[in-house]
């Protein structure tokens, strides 16, 4: 189908791992997304990785790309109450020009004390 | 450096009346692009620029136009509001439209009545 597709809400204790995942819709595209919107803001990009990759790091940050079955997720270690944001997945389908990103819904990410 | 400045912050509109939301750019970017977001729905492309003199329509264009009134500026009209158009709208910009990273405005949260 047309949609990237993200469940809506995900609450962690501090301190603990979050997982965010994300199902895309074309094996073909090119790059992959994660942008941060903190309350009141325009995204910000956290982070990318090229299809050609399974795996991204950074810090407290992992992506892992699973092509074959189409899924992202986003993992935050040690996850703290500014990490309390709204988390959209992205992708630029192979189908359509660069111009033509693709946003999931959003997951929105609160963090329990 | 201002990044991406939309204009205005918020605004209420009745039924029928007419505006124009701006946007400017000061990274120099050729492709620039107007997404509105809803609950639940993620962001939607409205119309984007990739280069400075053209326009194309994007996923939910009806109801609006767009002008690439040159490299850093963007506007974004409706010419007769609705309530259908209540949302809140984002330019964005980019180097080029290979989209490694696209910069958000704040964001213009409009209410239609």
């Known amino acids: 189908g047309e949609d990237v597709e993200q469940s809506l809400f995900l609450s962690v204790r501090e301190g603990d791992s979050s997982v965010i995942n994300c199902t895309y819709t074309?094996?073909?595209?090119?790059?992959l997304y994660w942008y941060k919107q903190e309350p009141g803001a325009g995204l910000q990009l956290l982070t990318y990785?090229?299809?050609?990759?399974d795996m991204k790091q950074d810090q407290r940050l992992t992506v892992l790309l699973n092509k074959k079955d189409k899924h992202l997720s986003l993992r935050i270690a040690d996850t703290q109450t500014g990490d309390s944001a709204i988390y959209f997945c992205a992708e630029i389908p192979g189908y359509s020009s660069a111009s033509k990103i693709i946003f999931g819904s959003g997951t929105r990410l609160s963090i329990r004390p | 450096n201002a990044g991406v400045t939309q204009t205005p912050k918020f605004q209420v509109l009745k039924t029928g009346q007419s505006m124009t939301l701006q946007c400017a750019q000061d990274?120099?970017?050729?492709?620039m692009y107007w997404y509105r977001q809803d609950p639940g729905m993620g962001l939607r492309l409205i119309y984007y620029s990739a280069s400075e003199g053209t326009t194309d329509k994007g996923e939910v264009p009806n109801g609006y136009n767009v002008s690439r009134l040159n490299k850093r500026e963007f506007s974004l009209r409706l010419e007769s509001a609705a309530p259908s158009q209540t949302s809140v709208y984002f330019c964005a910009s980019s180097e080029g439209t290979d989209y490694t990273e696209a910069f958000f405005g704040q964001g213009t949260r409009l209410t239609v009545v």
């Open positions: 074309d094996s073909s595209s090119t790059y």
């Open positions: 990785i090229f299809s050609n990759m």
């Open positions: 990274m120099n970017h050729n492709s």
